[in-house]
């Protein structure tokens, strides 16, 4: 352990030390030139002045009693600690070996060099050691070099924003090499401003402002597109080990360990022991501090843990977010956003969260939560506030149900309104789906289909009752003026008529939100197939972009009195929320010949939008009888149903078996379907969704944060509507083979009548293969027997 400073050197030291101390702001520029001068004149080398720092700091620790530093300081205290430690003992080594006469001329030279050339002397200390404002200083100089000058030192610079990343972003080596191309040391030192306490800034916020750089050309390309990111606040991924010292909550920084069942069980518990914590005083000064910053604009809370977005796992939906409306009093507004602070650290031992990353190895992952405060992008009208088009883009379009639409110019799957209702699977509501290489074209082409595969709600946030809601399209649509000529058509019972801007919506008119505004408005398709363009060209693979867009209305009066009004003239604000590798698993293509299974035994044979694949060796259903599901009436009995999915999927043997049930699985409506989450299906291979006869079909779910997560763990997912005209379909081996649920789930044996776990190789004599033909546009479920 270093020995105390000797007493003979702390006159001159004291020296150094007054005349830094005329300069406050400047001294900290002042003492990285001084260890600079240290060590190119060999004085010591920046390893050993390192390692001498971070001793001194450890006995510093001791002599002001902490016993055990690793938990009794947090890391902010501890980077403040080793900074002044570090400031101090530059003043020491400049004091016995250089003097204060050669500091009077550093700090000369500091002071002329805010009007001259900027210092261009190589690296002269190891960046992976180094403070902040070191490494942001030197990389600014370099990024200030001329052309030439700066090829001589673009290695250096290179490193220094490799170190900058990880420190700040991410350590992931593919994340790192299409940043370090793409951000600049100024974004870098915006990032570090943004930051509450220590750590990263989580997976989550880093493909968000990764995005919004790589997408700057596509912003200097179009007069009527902006694309930029809101404003964000990052708490860092240290803070939560601080939370959790603090609070004595280390013992469930080991629930990813638990047995499944003991996961599900304990996490109402874990979620109310979070919010009863306290956070950092500092946390809360500086939230108190951002709100200050928002006015009365609406915020959202949101996770990004360091997983998040990643190449290879994208994690979608598995920790929480939370809308803070913003409408209270400024204690009752802090209070909230705090909660869902709280909320967020709790969800990252949800279920599915664990269970995900226990079926991708990742469970020994140090997973720590950064949180991201971001203003919510919309605007008051009326009493409710929302983004007029919100949204998911890919840049690859796996479903291309005519030839014309070409896979490589991507999707949009976009709503007006929060995004929420795009990324989420609701109940008898949908979102408009693009292809973007023929807009105009959509999977039902007539009225009746455009009528029914339309948005009928919307969620807004309401500022008389502060909280968020959904409401009908009718009821906040009408205030918005000229939106409505882009997103909705008149429904004129044979046909769809466009809204002209400007024309009055009377009250026994039925709106229809088409968006056949925005799919005949070419600049808007451009922009959108650029940016998904753009982030495929740097990301290398194909991306999942989440946006909201405002759209700015020009004043298109007549210049003269009685003279007609100009067409409307409008330009887009595109904010990017969210952007990551689109990590797909979809079954692989078959050379499957039909003579292998035309004359097969079939469960069914239906119609169907999906590509070419083939699922194979099912050898368990799981059938919810939708006739028997859709006539439970307590809500109480729906859930138990639920349960005993959830308990089937820990038994039954991974990835052999299959689940076939009524309505849209993902979808919390228990009426509808079936309410479960991935982590209650995570091990089947298999999922078929039944549409009633008496709905619309089934719908393509592509681009939901749920079908995203199946899609990840190899379950292929599979909508059917049985009917006299859509095929056909084995009622009677669904219904009358052996019923297996009792040796499973004994305690479920009561509703025997509505799930049954069938043994298809005792029931059918074979496992189970799916085949998608796409010359028939038929999906076959099959045995390899004959019929």
Known sequence: MMNEQPLRTLTPTIDIYIKLAQYPIMADRVRDRMRQELFQRGIIDPDTFEHEVREMSEASQLREGLGDPYY?????????????????????YFANNLGSARLDTLIEEVLNSRSSAPDMAPISFNPEIAPWEMLFRQG????????????????????IKVVLIKRLMSDQLPFIGVAKRVLTISDLRNIHHSLIGTGKIGGKAAGMYLAWRILQPVDDQ?????????????????????????????????????????????????VQDFRRSALPDYVVAQVREVLGTMGDSPLIVRSSSLLEDNFGFSFAGKYDSYFCPNQGTAEEN??????????????????????????????????????????????????????DVAGVGFSENPFCWTPEIRRGEGFLRIVTGLGTRAVDRVAQDYPRLIPISHP????????????????????????????????????????????????????RG???????????????????????????????????????????????????????????????????????????????????????????????????????????????????????????????????DPEVYYHIEREEDRLHIAQTITALNDLLPAGRFGLIGPGRWGSLNSRLSVPISYSDICNARLLVEISPPYTPAPELAYGTDFFQDV?????????????????????????????????????????????????????????????????????????????
């Open 440 to 491: 105009h074209l959509r999977p039902e082409m007539d009225v009746e289909g455009q009528r029914n595969y339309s948005q009928r709600f919307m969620a807004v946030i309401d500022r008389d009752s502060n909280s968020v809601v959904t409401v009908p399209v009718r009821e906040a649509l009408p205030r918005c003026g000229p939106l409505l000529s882009l997103v909705a058509s008149i429904d």
């Open 494 to 624: 044979g046909s769809l008529a466009a809204i002209l801007p400007g024309a009055t919506i009377h009250p026994d008119d039925h709106i229809v939100l088409t968006f056949d505004g925005l799919t005949h408005d070419e600049t808007f398709i451009a922009i959108m197939r650029q940016a998904l363009q753009e982030l495929e060209d740097a990301y290398n693979g194909p991306v999942d972009l989440e946006f909201a867009i405002q759209v700015d209305f020009a004043d298109n009066s007549p210049a003269e009195e009685g003279a007609p009004a100009g067409p409307p003239q409008h330009s887009y604000r595109l904010h990017v929320l969210e952007c990551r590798p689109l990590n797909e698993r979809l079954p692989a293509g078959d050379d499957t010949d039909r003579v292998d299974y035309d004359a097969n035994r079939r469960l069914f044979a239906m119609p169907t939008l999906l590509p070419s694949g083939t699922v194979e060796a099912i050898d368990y259903l799981v059938f919810v």
């Open 222 to 270: 179009f007069n009527q597109g902006i694309i930029n990111i809101p404003d964000s606040y990052f708490i860092g991924t240290d803070v939560i080990y601080e939370f959790f010292l603090m609070n004595q909550l280390e013992h469930h920084m080991n629930q990813k360990y638990r047995p499944v069942q003991e996961i599900r069980a304990q996490y109402p518990r874990i």
């Open 334 to 387: 802090l209070e909230a956003v705090l909660d869902a602070i709280r909320r967020v650290y709790a969800s990252s031992v949800n279920p599915n969260a664990l269970l995900y990353r226990k079926k991708n190895n990742l469970i020994d992952y140090d997973e720590r939560m950064a949180i991201l405060l971001q203003r919510v992008t919309g605007h008051w009208c009326g009493r409710y506030y929302f983004p």
């Open 140 to 159: 600014e100089v370099y990024e200030r070099m001329a052309a030439d000058e700066l090829e001589r030192h673009r290695h250096h610079l290179e490193e």
């Open 72 to 92: 009794e300081e947090d890391s902010h205290t501890w980077q403040i600690r080793i900074e002044r430690i570090r400031d101090h003992r530059t003043d020491v």
């Open 711 to 787: 899609l990840e763990a190899g379950i292929f997912v599979l909508g059917i509507q049985p009917t006299p005209e859509g095929g056909m379909m084995d009622w009677k081996l669904l219904r009358e083979s052996a019923n297996h649920l009792a040796n499973y789930v004994p305690e479920a044996a009561d509703w025997a009548d509505c799930v049954r776990v069938i043994d298809l190789q005792a029931a059918a004599g074979s496992p189970l293969k799916i085949i998608i033909d796409d010359e028939t546009n038929e999906a076959i479920a099959c045995f390899d027997v004959p019929e």
